[in-house]
């Protein structure tokens, strides 16, 4: 059974009031960490404990990201989501900072476990157990659980481990209430796994060495014996020398009791008894039929058969097929048939065994993938760009704001300015720096906020979706044979799929391939031909304009390009290719309070990073003109922009200003053609051109900080070129067969 309180459904506003720690404590926590295995819903409860006022920075010494907040209710306490793991004796840099983290000192833990994956979970609480610190478990996704028939006896489970156990359901804000009270109650779990007779008696030896430390001694010395070199450091700075040398010499000697697989047994103890104490708490029912959260492949394959027919119906559309009168009807008949067929085939056991048969998983995957983007495209690049734009750009700056700006400006000048003793040259300077041809009202702010705010809204709407359902691990394992081909796996889908959003935390992202090659082919990749969402946004919105073989042109030419450049860079870089190992979470239906909020804090990162790039973009730009400077770079550039592109002259500048910010480039671009400059093969030419750019200023500095100026340099001495010559190619293509 699950239980959980309704009254604990509301969720939280503003945070959960930390109390103090124990029943017996007056003073409360000054540093709480979160901690659990990867996908269990830590950050939902990061947001529940701290508000949305979070500060992320890398971990000292590493390129890992942790995140920091303080409680709503009490500012002295502060939040501490650590990166998930699944052990505390790290194997990768992840694990090493949450083990670091808990080094340091944490008066609080809250671990949260993913209910219907118990074992995995208690792993991780047996060591906390070891570490001696007190800690809350909280078992979350129990609606998952209970779809799968397993039911968990917490109070069997808290009374086993000495610890709270709360069950939540934490992005229904279920349950959060009870963390509340399990708070005050944290302690330190009285649980001891008992280990074979000679890794205690090398325990005997080494936790009298390691006491007195934040860190339990008993997880201190299990560290050592299990070989952990990252513990070094640690030692070197807190044992003498006969100290480390007694370490090194009990853990040698257990070593060759057991065959040089200390590592190895110490695991499989935990993994047994973390199995053995799941199967006493747990209960499995027999269930009916499961949901789409928990069994993702059967409802993948119905819902990726639907989303390609109901695609090619869409598509026919726009090819011309399906137009008319009866035009519409169609297309809603159509939708109808084939979302009954859907149902019938995810609710008969008949259709479903053909399903198997007949669709893989794979393919499937793929198809629910194209008619994402199919979506997002039409969302973006019709309804954002159509309708939101058109109305912030021509009623809102057009009629009002830019006149009224001018307005203001222009009584200032007359009364301020060559009454006052100022020339007119600098009257006219000062008014062009707000409104005139490179203002920063009539071209920052109107490109920042007219032009490009809504698209990116959009685009980040659906973006959250995708994200939120669970949906990105799953590519990784559906596409992973295509990055094999470019001597990666399918884990790089992460970081390329994040590079829509942003490709500057994507490259920071680079670090989850397993090898320096990895690394850089990733980055090489993003740099080259991955638009992040601002410039994607303004891309869509161009492209609702054009017909429909415009965005079909760009996109096979980029992933095209793509593709060659990692096939190449692959057989020529040194290196070898890692395999693919990654956890799998279920598809889950999207939450419309998880999409919004990841969608306000990405509009928060537009407004705080993007806009004031916008207006330092703008002012080199008017710096430029006004000296005459700009004049010469766009001269200097026409033989290749308008010679080999055959696009205007006006055009260097978008290239120009492309290297400040991406998406300003294309925003420069996607205005000319709305000024009827470009014809639609120039638009795409131009398109192709400037996704292929160098990265922007804050990319490649992020490339240098993560691979050196060499390599950065390096990149991009061969993109700049690179994307120059294969808009020449795509010009030269479309305008042999006929297209202008």
């Known amino acids: 059974m699950l239980r ?101 000192g944490v008066d609080l833990v809250v671990q949260v476990a993913d209910a219907k994956n118990l074992p995995r979970a208690l792993i991780l609480s047996l060591q906390l157990a070891e570490a001696k610190v007190p800690f809350v478990l909280v078992l979350n996704m129990m609606d998952e659980a209970t779809d799968r ?21 934490a992005i229904r804000g279920v349950g959060l209430r009870h963390l509340h009270t399990a708070l005050a109650r944290a302690a330190v779990s009285r649980y001891r796994l008992a280990y074979p007779p000679g890794v205690e008696t090398a325990l005997a030896h080494l936790q009298p060495l390691l006491a007195g430390h934040r860190l339990g001694d008993r997880l201190l010395a299990l560290m ?194 060559p009454a006052g003793g100022v020339s007119v040259a600098a009257v006219q300077l000062v008014r062009n720096l707000f409104v005139g041809p490179y203002g920063l009202i009539t071209v920052a702010l109107t490109y920042a906020f007219a032009i490009i705010l809504p698209i990116v809204t959009a685009f980040f709407l659906a973006f959250s979706v995708l994200e939120d359902s669970g949906y990105l691990p799953r590519l990784a394992v559906i596409v992973n044979r295509v990055f094999r081909g470019m001597g990666l796996n399918g884990k790089a889908v992460l970081p390329m799929v994040l590079g829509l959003g942003c490709d500057t935390m994507a490259t920071l992202t680079a670090r989850i391939m397993e090898t320096r090659k990895e690394r850089v082919l990733v980055t090489l990749l993003l740099a080259l031909g991955v638009p992040c969402s601002a410039q994607l946004g303004v891309i869509l919105g161009l492209f609702g304009a054009l017909p429909l073989w415009a965005p079909v042109v760009w996109g096979g030419v980029v992933a095209g390009l793509l593709f060659a450049v990692g096939f190449l860079a692959a057989r020529l870089l040194p290196g070898e290719r890692s395999d693919l190992i990654l956890e799998v979470p279920p598809v889950r239906r999207p939450q419309l309070s998880n999409i919004l909020i990841k969608t306000v804090g990405r509009l928060e990162w537009y407004l705080k990073e993007a806009v004031p790039i916008f207006l330092l973009g703008t002012l080199v730009l008017f710096v430029l003109d006004a000296t005459g400077m700009l004049s010469r770079i766009v001269a200097a550039g026409e033989p290749v922009v308008a010679g080999l592109l055959q696009l205007p002259a006006r055009a260097s500048e978008a290239f120009l200003v492309g290297f400040f910010r991406r998406d300003y480039g294309s925003a420069g671009i996607y205005a000319m053609f709305q000024d009827g400059v470009l014809s639609p093969v120039q638009a795409v030419v131009a398109m192709v051109t400037i996704t292929l750019f160098v990265p922007c200023v804050a990319n490649f500095f992020v490339i240098v900080k993560e691979r050196g100026w060499r390599t950065a340099v390096a990149m991009s001495a061969f993109i700049f070129p690179f994307a120059f010559f294969a808009g020449t190619v795509v010009n030269v293509a479309l305008r042999a067969v006929g297209l202008r």
């Open 4 to 104: 959980i309180d309704t009254v604990a459904s509301t969720p939280v506003d503003g945070g959960i009031p930390l109390p103090a720690v124990g029943s017996g404590s007056s003073a409360p926590p000054q540093r709480i960490a979160l901690v659990g295995n990867p996908n269990v819903g830590k950050s939902v409860i990061f947001g529940a404990l701290s508000g949305v006022y979070a500060t992320v920075s890398n971990f000292p010494g590493t390129t890992v990201e942790v995140t920091r907040a303080a409680s709503r209710s009490d500012p002295a306490v502060e939040i501490v989501d650590t990166p998930g793991v699944n052990s505390l004796v790290p194997n990768s840099e992840d694990e090493q900072v949450t083990r670091d983290i808990l080094l340091d």
């Open 149 to 169: 028939g397993l039911s968990v006896d917490a109070a069997a489970l808290s009374t086993t481990l000495g610890v709270p156990v709360v069950e939540t359901i």
């Open 224 to 417: 050592c014996l299990a070989g952990d070199d990252t513990l070094r450091p640690w030692l070197e700075r807190t044992a003498g020398a006969g100290e480390r040398a007694l370490v090194d010499q009990v853990r040698r000697d257990l070593d060759t009791q057991l065959g040089g697989r200390t590592g190895y047994e110490l695991s499989r103890c935990r993994l047994r008894a973390a199995e053995q104490l799941a199967r006493r708490v747990t209960q499995v029912r027999p269930t009916e039929g499961p949901a789409l959260a928990v069994d993702p492949s059967r409802a993948e394959s119905a819902l990726g058969i639907l989303g390609l027919l109901s695609t090619l119906t869409l598509l026919a559309g726009d090819l011309g097929f399906v137009n008319g009168p009866a035009g519409p009807w169609v297309r809603i008949a159509a939708w109808a048939g084939l979302a009954s067929a859907g149902v019938a085939a995810y609710r008969s056991p008949a259709m479903r065994v053909a399903l198997g048969r007949w669709a893989s998983q794979r393919l499937a995957g793929l198809a629910m993938l194209f008619v994402v983007l199919y979506v997002v495209y039409r969302f973006v690049g019709v309804f954002a760009a159509g309708t939101a734009v058109d109305f912030l750009e021509n009623t809102v700056c057009g009629k009002y704001i830019v006149p009224w700006v001018t307005a203001v400006i222009d009584a200032a000048i007359a009364r301020l300015g």
